[in-house]
């Protein structure tokens, strides 16, 4: 694509093209069926939270699409290059797709707020509606066995993505997962890299 096209086309559309050429470069069965199922929800638009970093339109794609690059450039570095050795398919599948559990998951609502003039006015703001009640990593794990066959090494790393974030009664198990699989502690890393340092909260 020429850089006049893309300017054409804006930042919204060439993001959802390069999420979407990664993940047809996943050879495996029911790759195009996700792709369809994905082009049918919300997901392009999403934001990835309500309140916190990328609260806004696109918001998850554009998470999905940093903690790729950042997970990608980590992996090809010490101590993950010493320790890590996972195919360009697994990269793409547990960064693009480890948030997939927000799919049709927030909704817009509408509050009323005081203007600079101390006007009341109409805002809109984002707010959860949770159809799927699975979980997190565990509900992101069951959307893409939907489609696709995961291995164990991508299982375990987006099940516990969040990491440390989780409930403190699982650190044990959590420790445990990071010892058998630091792909999982790189994705979560990436993924607070991702949130903290590049995104922003509107
Ligand atoms: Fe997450």
New binding site residues.
């Given amino acids: 694509m020429c850089a006049f096209e893309r300017s054409e086309k804006g930042m919204d559309f060439i993001m959802k093209e390069e999420f979407i050429n990664l993940l047809r470069n996943v050879k495996r069965d029911g790759i195009e069926k996700l792709i369809t199922y994905l082009e049918k929800t919300d997901f392009f638009k999403a934001p990835a939270s309500t309140r916190f970093h990328g609260n806004h339109e696109q918001g998850l794609l554009e998470h999905s699409l940093n903690v790729y690059k950042l997970l990608y450039m980590k992996l090809k570095q010490k101590p993950y290059s010493d320790l890590i050795n996972v195919s360009d398919e697994t990269i793409i599948i547990i960064s693009l797709l480890?948030?997939i559990c927000k799919t049709n998951y927030y909704t817009v609502e509408m509050r009323n707020k005081k203007n600079e003039d101390g006007m009341w006015v109409k805002e809109p703001y984002y707010t959860i509606n949770d159809t799927i009640p699975y979980g997190?990593g565990e509900k992101s794990v069951m959307m893409i066995s939907n489609f696709i066959k995961l291995t164990m090494e991508e299982m375990y790393a987006i099940r516990w993505?969040?990491g440390l974030s989780e409930p403190k009664e699982l650190y044990n198990t959590i420790s445990l997962v990071f010892e058998k699989y630091p792909l999982a502690l790189a994705l979560h890393e990436a993924?607070l890299e991702a949130t903290y340092l590049y995104e922003e909260r509107s």
């Fill in positions: 480890h948030d997190h993505h969040m993924d």
